[in-house]
């Protein structure tokens, strides 16, 4: 039966050939961390990881099976699942930012819908794949600025480049499951939708956290666009976690956990902006140093934005483990770690710390 227990969860996965897209961004070099952690045979592709990022920063290409390539690029994906014939795919490549989705339209649409494609048409052509979990974003939802979670059922849709090309993405999905995967014997796939990760070793650009970070370690004022915008706070370990137990889940059980899943934290850690930058400060102990100040943007970007995640906790048994100010601490205890091994080490330990708690 699949749980978050740590010994549970290495005894599934020890040995699984696990196929990663996009291991060299963010929630991808963690997910990768931790199928090593857990005993995985681990095989990722993507583009190349920037020099200060988390894939770096662990060493993680000696460690698996690494492939730089874009996952546009149809035949380069068909030839990396045929050298590394995955069972189980959790497909996390994407262009992933709002901001630069405004800037780079057409990049963000073709990688995004394309690409994800692409790693579906490979895994309907690869016969050893048991299972595929597809992961988007909760920005596929088309945000009307309700006050209530949005549930699995609710309409897709997107004002910016980037929410359109993730409800795309699970339009093309849908399609997948209900044309090529329905009746396919050994084989079950769905789609996860989490965002408003934070944790250590996000350097992305145009990101708060990795963005006040650096400020912080400047010395220079914190801009913010929209300090009472609200979002849904959560560790990176929380939803990376849901897409284990989806992905031990499908591998298991089948067909019945197709679908689409919600992963988000908890009511509590709906904060906005201005509240996590302040926390963030107070964590660090710099509190009055930076200054916070409003900058207005021309481009949209919703205000409020949550999840209902009932359909995870009932059917998965997946609940969220970390509280806000959790979340806050590991994340600034990461960042804080004077180098490389340090920050291996805290790794380690966060993952240990979230994994058995959750058992």
Same mark, same amino acid.
């Given at each position: 039966?699949?749980?978050?227990?740590?010994?549970?969860?290495k005894?599934?996965?020890?040995?699984?050939?696990?196929?990663?897209?996009?291991?060299?961004?963010?929630?991808?070099?963690?997910?990768?961390?931790?199928?090593?952690?857990?005993?995985?045979?681990?095989?990722?592709?993507?583009?190349?990881?920037?020099?200060?990022?988390?894939?770096?920063?662990?060493?993680?290409?000696?460690?698996?099976?690494?492939?730089?390539?874009?996952?546009?690029?149809?035949?380069?994906?068909?030839?990396?699942?045929?050298?590394?014939?995955?069972?189980?795919?959790?497909?996390?490549?994407?262009?992933?930012?709002?901001?630069?989705?405004?800037?780079?339209?057409?990049?963000?649409?073709?990688?995004?819908?394309?690409?994800?494609?692409?790693?579906?048409?490979?895994t309907?052509?690869?016969?050893?794949?048991?299972?595929? !979990?597809?992961?988007t974003?909760?920005?596929?939802?088309?945000?009307?600025?309700?006050?209530?979670?949005?549930?699995?059922?609710?309409?897709?849709?997107?004002?910016?480049?980037?929410?359109?090309?993730?409800?795309?993405?699970?339009? !093309?999905?849908?399609?997948?499951?209900k044309?090529?995967?329905?009746?396919?014997?050994?084989f079950?796939?769905?789609?996860?939708?989490?965002?408003?990760?934070?944790?250590?070793?996000?350097?992305?650009?145009?990101?708060?956290?990795?963005?006040?970070?650096?400020?912080?370690?400047?010395?220079?004022?914190?801009?913010?666009?929209?300090p009472?915008?609200?979002?849904?706070?959560?560790?990176?370990?929380?939803?990376?976690s849901?897409?284990?137990?989806?992905?031990?889940?499908?591998?298991?059980?089948?067909?019945?956990?197709?679908?689409?899943?919600?992963?988000?934290?908890?009511?509590?850690? !709906?904060?906005? !902006?201005?509240?996590?930058?302040?926390a963030?400060?107070?964590?660090?102990?710099?509190?009055?140093?930076?200054?916070?100040?409003?900058?207005?943007?021309?481009f949209?970007?919703?205000?409020?934005?949550?999840?209902?995640?009932?359909?995870?906790?009932?059917?998965?048994?997946?609940?969220?483990?970390?509280?806000f100010?959790?979340?806050?601490?590991?994340?600034?205890?990461?960042?804080?770690?004077?180098?490389?091994e340090?920050?291996?080490?805290?790794?380690?330990?966060?993952?240990?710390?979230?994994?058995?708690?959750?058992?």
């Amino acid at each position: 039966m699949a749980t978050l227990n740590i010994e549970n969860m290495k005894n599934f996965f020890t040995g699984k050939k696990i196929l990663v897209t996009g291991h060299t961004g963010f929630k991808g070099g963690w997910l990768s961390k931790i199928l090593i952690e857990l005993g995985a045979e681990v095989t990722g592709l993507s583009l190349p990881p920037r020099e200060d990022s988390f894939f770096k920063s662990m060493n993680l290409k000696d460690q698996i099976h690494h492939f730089e390539d874009d996952i546009r690029d149809f035949r380069a994906v068909q030839s990396v699942f045929d050298q590394s014939e995955p069972e189980i795919v959790f497909h996390l490549a994407a262009q992933a930012l709002v901001q630069r989705s405004y800037h780079e339209p057409l990049e963000t649409l073709s990688t995004n819908i394309i690409g994800s494609s692409n790693i579906l048409e490979a895994t309907k052509r690869s016969a050893g794949v048991r299972a595929c !979990v597809y992961i988007t974003s909760d920005k596929c939802y088309l945000n009307r600025e309700w006050v209530w979670g949005y549930r699995e059922t609710d309409q897709l849709g997107g004002h910016d480049p980037y929410s359109a090309s993730k409800a795309a993405a699970e339009l !093309v999905f849908e399609s997948y499951l209900k044309s090529f995967f329905a009746e396919r014997e050994n084989f079950a796939c769905a789609s996860a939708r989490a965002g408003n990760v934070i944790g250590g070793g996000d350097w992305s650009d145009n990101r708060l956290v990795p963005d006040c970070v650096r400020s912080i370690n400047k010395g220079i004022t914190i801009e913010l666009k929209k300090p009472d915008a609200t979002r849904p706070w959560q560790h990176v370990l929380e939803p990376l976690s849901g897409y284990l137990l989806l992905g031990q889940k499908l591998f298991e059980d089948g067909k019945k956990f197709n679908g689409s899943w919600n992963f988000g934290p908890q009511a509590a850690n !709906v904060k906005t !902006v201005g509240e996590l930058v302040n926390a963030l400060l107070l964590e660090y102990g710099m509190d009055h140093r930076v200054e916070l100040k409003s900058e207005k943007d021309k481009f949209y970007e919703s205000n409020l934005l949550q999840l209902n995640c009932d359909k995870a906790n009932i059917l998965l048994g997946w609940t969220p483990r970390w509280d806000f100010q959790t979340c806050i601490k590991h994340t600034v205890d990461w960042y804080k770690a004077p180098d490389a091994e340090h920050r291996n080490i805290v790794t380690e330990n966060q993952i240990n710390s979230y994994f058995s708690e959750a058992g």
